[in-house]
């Protein structure tokens, strides 16, 4: 595997597991020194052990997105002990499903939390020592959620979060750009993980019917992806929001 990333630092939220630690895995074994954050402490420290055992760089800081004031700790304890991040993968999200007569506002505003201000503020917080250095990576795992409206399985409050994302993501695509910072969006299709194990087999079936190349997603599809997205080779490519769904959202 090429070691394309070497010296340049990741941090990775909601990496102790699913998506999240797919990527970092993916850039620790490109060469990237990976901060795996996480609310989760255990499995957080459990996927560094492994990454150094591997003889990858890794370390673990926790975090509760929720709380803004958690992640703004988090952005200047990383900065402090790492000397800036280069490369911002945020992953993390949590789901809302079911009709909005069943979303309380409290919920809402944690998804909210979550999925969209943890976004904003962790990006706001990297992009001085991106731009400072000339050079920044930033990646926000969206949803196709977000472009439709909800509907494989997440619902309208997850669709407002992750269109926000998408939005987001082209905003700062174009403030970011003139100082060597891209940011664009990934939107994965029904992936397997533990978000989504509460799916039935037959609604299952359903996405996979309609999706072309008929299976559901792995986290390493959007691993690669995103190890894409950061490369040095990737520094024309931004605002894009990226599929990667087999081909679900074609029409
Ligand atoms: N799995 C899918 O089908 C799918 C599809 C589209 C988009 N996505 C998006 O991909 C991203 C990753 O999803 P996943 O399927 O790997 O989910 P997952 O539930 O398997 O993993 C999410 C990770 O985020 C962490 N996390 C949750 N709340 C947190 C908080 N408050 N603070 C810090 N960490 C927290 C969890 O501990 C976990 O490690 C999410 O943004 C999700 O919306 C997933």
């Given at each position: 595997m090429q070691r394309n990333l070497t010296d340049r630092v990741a941090l990775v939220t909601g990496?102790?597991?699913g998506i999240g630690l797919a990527i970092a895995d993916r850039l620790a074994a490109r060469g990237a020194h990976v901060i795996i954050s996480d609310i989760d402490y255990e499995a957080g420290e459990r996927r560094v052990r492994h990454l150094a055992e591997r003889g990858d760089s890794a370390a673990f800081m926790k975090v509760d997105l929720a709380d803004p004031m958690c992640v703004l700790q988090l952005a200047r304890e990383a900065a402090a002990r790492f000397s800036g991040i280069d490369i911002l993968v945020n992953n993390a999200g949590i789901v809302s499903t079911g009709p909005?007569?069943?979303?309380g506002l409290a919920e809402f505003q944690r998804l909210i939390a979550i999925d969209l201000t943890s976004v904003f503020l962790l990006t706001k917080s990297v992009l001085p020592h991106m731009a400072a250095s000339n050079w920044g990576r930033i990646v926000n795992i969206a949803s196709v959620a977000g472009q439709r409206g909800?509907?494989?399985?997440?619902?309208s409050c997850y669709a407002a979060a992750k269109g926000a994302v998408i939005a987001f993501t082209k905003g700062i695509a174009l403030e970011a750009g003139p100082f060597g910072v891209t940011c664009n969006s990934i939107c994965p299709g029904l992936t397997d993980t533990d978000l989504t194990s509460s799916l039935t087999d037959k609604q299952r079936e359903g996405i996979i019917a309609t999706t072309p190349v008929g299976r559901t997603g792995q986290p390493e599809d959007i691993a690669e992806a995103t190890a894409f997205l950061v490369?040095?080779?990737?520094?024309?490519?931004?605002g894009v929001t990226l599929n990667v769904d087999g081909g679900f959202m074609r029409y």
């Open positions: 990496a102790a597991r909005i007569e069943d979303v909800g509907g494989l399985f997440g619902n490369s040095p080779a990737a520094g024309f490519i931004t």
